[in-house]
């Protein structure tokens, strides 16, 4: 499956760089969401570097979800498509 990176997950006053937002095409709701936890993804740059990381909860009620990424990502990542696995 694809998804997108949408945004580092953030608090009022501190950004998570290893913690990313990310929206799963297909996925509409925190129900269909929660069924990936524990999914791989996996983050490949334009020259080849993959940045692994892992669902860990549903975020909000639109089927967004969490993923922690053993790296953290750069801010060019935003927008990219990511594979899950």
Known sequence: MKGVILNYARGKHNQRNHHMLIEIEGVKSREEASRFIGRRVIWKSRTGKKIMGKIVKPHGEKG??????????????????????
């Open 64 to 85: 967004i979800v969490r993923v922690r990424f053993d790296l953290g990502l750069p801010g060019q990542a935003l927008g990219d498509e990511v594979v899950i696995r």
